[in-house]
């Protein structure tokens, strides 16, 4: 896709801020993307899988507070 704008590109696509905070985890389905919230629990942000049935886990669902130690 190609846009004609006089607009700047960053205006546009605005870089994520809470990118910072954001570590990709391995899982089995594929990778999670999780935001950390406190030093033991994470937020889901975004699954990244090639798996359908990835996406109807209720685990993995964006907003989805986890614990991993």
């Known amino acids: 896709m190609i846009l004609y704008t006089p607009v700047p590109q ?5 870089e994520e801020q809470s990118a910072q905070n ?3 985890v391995e899982i089995q389905e594929g990778q999670l ?8 629990e ?3 942000v975004r699954l990244l ?3 359908p049935n990835a996406f109807l886990n209720e685990n993995y669902t ?8």
């Open 10 to 14: 960053e205006l546009i696509y605005p």
């Open 22 to 24: 954001q570590i990709t």
């Open 33 to 40: 993307v999780l935001e950390q919230v406190s030093m033991r």
């Open 42 to 44: 994470f937020r889901v």
């Open 49 to 51: 899988s090639t798996d």
């Open 62 to 69: 964006p907003g989805k507070m986890i614990s991993l130690f």
